[in-house]
């Protein structure tokens, strides 16, 4: 394959996990979720985010995302989201079909939603033919690569908690934001009010799998039987488990994170001057949006693999990822201005 700026999902997987995914390979264990990598990961998990948090396996990041809806809307209700949300642009209906729920989508210039944008379309409370507001869903990073700071994050959960709604975050990149921010995990969800998380890293590092986090107990009392339902239940969790655990025990999260959002950075810093090319967003995690000529765009679409983010203006997204190096950046640059010639 061409040397991939498309997606941080093209890069393959960190050695770490792939020496534990052979080492829980030994032996037999119980399944669904029953095993001694799964137990352990639970309690990994309550270390990251907090006491009160329980946490269910899927199998891809829609399933996840599905499931956390699921978990905190019946089929009237209605989730309110940015118009680039990964639920909404990404998930071929997913959420609308699953859990019955109307999808309110707001135009946001960079991809983040805030207070004054949502207020708006916070109204039909109790109108019986009006679909009922109750969940507020975020990405964290955002799908433009732009980063909620924890206080925009507080901000849309006390809105939220104070209509009787819940803030649901899509996390898929949440290390990046987090390594960006110089956060924790929990300073960016439990210190802020989140509610339900979806929590990735196939786009970090690992192989497959995602998780569901719950920061309300009750909210998980009926969780495994919606899990189950919908079809996202692993027998052979420890998998899954076991990945989580090298990602998640000796911070090779963060130094994965750290690094792509490095080499975004540096990618920014070698277009940002050059004549035809403008960075449309803010570089806050692992993603540059720039837009670029057509005759540029199709003479490196030959060499390097990025995907068209607007076509009315131009705009393409370069991603990088753990296994990105300045050498790949450096090549590309050089065609790059090759090209701007």
Not at 15 to 42: C, I, M, W
Not at 133 to 142: D, E, G, L, N, Y
Not at 322 to 330: A, G, L
């Amino acid at each position: 394959m061409k040397t991939s700026f498309g997606s941080d999902n093209h890069s393959g997987v960190h050695p770490f996990v792939l020496k534990a995914l052979a080492k829980a390979n030994e032996g037999y264990s119980l399944s669904y979720g029953e095993d001694d990598h799964t137990l352990r990961a639970q309690t990994v998990f309550r270390s990251v985010f907090g006491e009160h948090t329980r946490m269910f396996f899927a199998f891809n990041g829609t399933g996840a995302n599905v499931l956390c809806l699921q978990a905190l809307t019946k089929p009237y209700h209605a989730v309110i989201c940015a118009r680039t949300a990964h639920i909404s642009q990404d998930e071929c209906g997913a959420p609308e079909r699953f859990t019955g729920c109307k999808l309110i989508t707001i135009d946001t210039p960079d991809g983040k939603l805030r207070p004054a944008d949502i207020r708006p379309v916070l109204h039909g409370f109790g109108f019986q033919h009006h679909s009922q507001p109750k969940v507020i869903s975020i990405s964290q990073a955002t799908e433009l690569g732009t980063v909620y700071r924890p206080e925009e994050i507080r901000a849309l959960a006390d809105l939220a908690h104070s209509y009787g709604m819940y803030l649901h975050m899509d996390g898929a990149r949440l290390a990046n934001a987090a390594a960006y921010l110089d956060v924790s995990f929990a300073d960016l969800t439990t210190a802020c009010g989140v509610d339900a998380l979806s929590f990735g890293g196939t786009k970090n590092g690992m192989l497959l799998g995602e998780s569901v986090v719950l920061f309300d107990p009750a909210l998980a009392n009926d969780f495994p039987y919606i899990r189950k339902q919908c079809m996202q239940l692993f027998s052979k969790s420890r998998f899954v488990a076991a990945q989580y655990l090298a990602y998640l025990e000796n911070g090779l999260w963060l130094e994965n994170a750290r690094h792509a959002n490095k080499m975004a950075q540096y990618l920014a810093a070698g277009v940002r001057d050059l004549p035809g090319v403008t960075i449309t967003q803010k570089v806050e995690s692992n993603a540059v949006f720039a837009t670029i000529p057509e005759t540029v765009y199709k003479k490196l679409i030959e060499k390097y693999f990025f995907y068209t983010w607007d076509e009315s203006i131009g705009e393409v997204r370069w991603m990088c990822s753990f296994n990105t190096r300045e050498s790949h950046i450096d090549e590309f640059l050089k065609d790059l201005k090759t090209s701007l010639i």
